[in-house]
């Protein structure tokens, strides 16, 4: 199963737990992932083939090793929010960004 697909997957069973931080990590991680895919509106020139009958272009192809990367630097933008709570003492918040980046890293193993 590829990380998509569990990402996916798991994103059901949060919500049928109603786990609101485990929910809100993995759209996150989701909506990273499909941004990545998204064509540069810029590039849309003739290069692209055109489908549909909008002329609608084909996204990118992200790779399991574009997945990874992208997971990776999602769970170090979390790492920094979680570090920023701790210095201004929002002690809470840190410990929620804290479950935010034990979720992320759970997909890179």
Do not use: C, W
Not at 20 to 35: C, E, F, G, M, P
Not at 49 to 71: C, W
């Amino acid at each position: 199963m590829s990380a998509t697909d569990s990402l996916k997957a798991d994103l059901v069973t949060a919500m049928r737990e109603r786990d609101r931080v485990r929910v809100s990590t993995i759209r996150s991680l989701i909506s990273a992932i499909d941004n990545a895919g998204a064509v540069d509106i810029e590039k849309q020139g003739s290069d692209y083939p055109k489908t549909g009958l909008g002329h609608d272009v084909d996204r990118r192809q992200v790779t399991e090793d574009d997945v990874t990367r992208i997971i990776v630097v999602e769970r170090d933008d979390l790492v920094a929010a979680r570090d920023e709570y701790r210095e201004l003492g929002q002690t809470e918040l840190a410990e929620e960004f804290e479950r935010r980046v034990q979720i992320a890293e759970g997909y890179l193993s």
